[in-house]
Nanobody, 126 residues
Framework: QVQVEESGGGLVQAGGSLNLSCAVTGRTWSLYALAWFRQAPQKEREFVAAVGWNGESPYYNDPMKGRFTITRGTVKNTAHLQMKSLEPEDTAVYVC???????????????????WGQGTQVTVSI
């Protein structure tokens, strides 16, 4: 069984930074792509960033480019999301997902990820 666990998150003032981490545990002999999605109240879940399983460059949703950085951890099937210059609009539950997308466009799609964490709250105050 595969489990996805997030850590980090919390409350930060606008302009501040936060780091999130994701770890896939269990039957993880495969290398997974790891992605972050987020869902704000009364909004649909949206793609944030992903790190590939096949050596590709990271993928970002356009609004996050330049502010968020996703990296693969040194431990297999872990990833870190560094978030800078946070804005109140970044307030959401951030969820990590694991999967093996087969196309670059697939990385942005929830359907390409098989395993999901419970999420961690990020709140950015004015």
């Amino acid at each position: 069984q595969v489990q996805v666990e997030e850590s980090g998150g919390g409350l930060v003032q606008a302009g501040g930074s936060l780091n999130l981490s994701c770890a896939v545990t269990g039957r993880t002999w495969s290398l997974y792509a790891l992605a972050w999605f987020r869902q704000a109240p009364q909004k649909e879940r949206e793609f944030v960033a992903a790190v590939g399983w096949n050596g590709e460059s990271p993928y970002y949703n356009d609004p996050m480019k330049g502010r968020f950085t996703i990296t693969r951890g040194t431990v297999k099937n872990t990833a870190h999301l560094q978030m800078k210059s946070l804005e109140p609009e970044d307030t959401a539950v951030y969820v990590c997902a694991a999967g093996r997308p087969w196309s670059s466009s697939g990385y942005h799609s929830e359907n390409e990820y098989n395993y999901w964490g419970q999420g961690t709250q990020v709140t950015v105050s004015i």
